[in-house]
């Protein structure tokens, strides 16, 4: 099971990014996934999950302002990331629940993260 995030950069307040996580060696569909971000000095967070069948859990801080999405036929997990504020400063890891549920279990059960990509929005 591999996951390689990119789309990360530098972008003014108020910007947009997009980032990219592509998923090889399990069934993609089959799987809870999400997106989490680490700022410096802090615990990791949940940005946003999406279990198998489509349901989504943002966090308040994001809710409106991302969107994640899930395109099959690439294998890639994606989070549009609009009105960007310093506080999105972090680096952002694509995770996915190699247990196989109708639910997301808790992500500290999660075994599976990509590299990361770091996100810098300045004010």
């Known amino acids: 099971v591999q996951l390689v995030e990119s789309g990360g950069g530098s972008v003014q307040a108020g910007g947009s990014l997009r980032l990219s996580c592509a998923a090889s060696?399990?069934?993609?569909?089959?799987?809870?996934m999400g997106w989490f971000r680490q700022a410096p000095g802090l615990e990791r967070e949940r940005v946003v999950v999406?279990?198998?069948?489509?349901?989504?859990k943002y966090a308040d801080s994001v809710e409106g302002r991302f969107t994640v999405s899930k395109d099959t036929a690439k294998n890639t997990l994606y989070l549009q990331m609009d009105s960007l504020t310093a506080e999105d400063t972090a680096m952002y890891y694509c995770g996915v629940d190699v247990y196989e549920s109708n639910w997301c279990r808790a992500s500290t059960l999660w075994t599976t993260w990509g590299q990361g990509t770091q996100v810098t929005v300045s004010s």
């Open positions: 999406i279990y198998r069948n489509g349901v989504t």
């Open positions: 060696g399990y069934r993609f569909s089959s799987h809870c």
